[in-house]
């Protein structure tokens, strides 16, 4: 496999605040992304008959910059759906407000809202804040229909979650949910009875979330989207120079140690989609190779978890 040039991917994920990047300087490793087969998919608790593919996209890096850029950030989107993936994950503030933007527009240019599944989030105080926000998000997104909204970060629940479920109740969204990458497990829990869909941090060296969180959303038939399931690049930069465990290659079909991440956290049974952010489609192409072939079983998830112990 070819040395990644320019930027690790370690490096580009730690960039997610940043200004957008271009997409040339980072050639990856390429045999096994592009993979025919299905993806792994998993379905939504509150509605069983739909089922969503186990690796969507974040896009919390995503804004509008040149030309260059904006086309990259097409090509990530183009590339998740080309590849049989659904979910794409924003939210009202990222990156300065414009993600939303850049994603309806990419969606509107090539005509593929009806193939994507969009998750946005607002965190705001008051009613009347709240409905400006998930109005504004319907005209960025250019769509009518929302697919999930979150209250992002748990801001001002007791106003905001009645606020979804009043759009939920004309339609104009289809679940409500609550997100917190956080430290606030204990009270997410709280909710979770009231909620369609959760959002929170989880991955394979930050794993507190197994404890009390992933397994109480189990219970209450709560679906999980998981945000830096990379781990904000810290595990990446732990095995930095090392080799994919030869078990792995054989077992999971993995090439990457991103790929191994990503079959960690999806192969956990209360997880629905975990959502790696990335702006550079080869990265889109690997993460979606994780939701191809086998799925780690509790004994091989506890042997990927050994290595960032």
């Not at 904006?70 to 503030?93: C, F, H, P, S, W």
């Not at 979150?150 to 905001?160: A, E, K, R, S």
């Not at 780690?296 to 978890?305: M, S, V, Y």
């Amino acid at each position: 496999m070819d040395k990644p040039t320019g930027l690790s991917r370690a490096a580009f994920l730690k960039t997610t605040a940043g200004a957008a990047l271009t997409f040339a300087a980072v050639p990856w490793m390429t045999p096994a992304f592009a993979a025919a087969g299905p993806l792994n998919e998993r379905p939504v608790h509150k509605n069983p008959s739909l089922k969503l593919p186990v690796i969507g996209l974040g896009t919390r890096s995503m804004s509008k910059g040149d030309a260059k850029a904006v086309a990259g950030q097409a090509e990530v989107i183009t590339t998740l759906l080309d590849g049989g993936g659904k979910l794409i994950d924003t939210a009202a503030n990222y990156t300065g407000g414009d993600s939303e933007e850049v994603i309806g527009q990419a969606l509107a240019a090539k005509n593929r809202r009806k193939d994507a599944f969009l998750v946005t989030k607002f965190g705001e105080r008051g009613k009347d804040a709240g409905v400006r926000s998930m109005k504004n998000s319907f005209k960025s997104l250019q769509t009518d229909v929302i697919d999930v909204m979150f209250v992002h970060n748990m801001i001002d629940i007791p106003t905001q979650l009645p606020n979804i479920k009043e759009f939920k109740a004309k339609g104009k969204i289809r679940f409500a949910g609550i997100s917190d990458t956080g430290r606030n497990q204990d009270e997410l829990i709280k909710y979770l009875g009231d909620l369609d869909f959760v959002e929170f941090a989880y991955a394979a060296d930050s794993r507190e979330a197994e404890a009390r969180l992933l397994p109480a959303c189990l219970d209450k038939g709560v679906s999980v989207l998981v945000a830096l399931p990379l781990g904000r690049g810290r595990a990446l930069d732990a095995v930095k120079g090392q080799q994919v465990p030869e078990w792995a290659k054989q077992e999971l079909g993995v090439e990457t140690f991103a790929q191994l991440l990503l079959k960690f956290v999806v192969g956990h049974p209360a997880v629905t989609v975990a959502i790696p952010s990335t702006l550079n489609p080869k990265h889109m192409a690997e993460n979606l190779a994780a939701a191809r072939g086998s799925l780690p079983d509790e004994k091989q998830r506890a042997k990927i978890a050994q290595i960032w112990a």
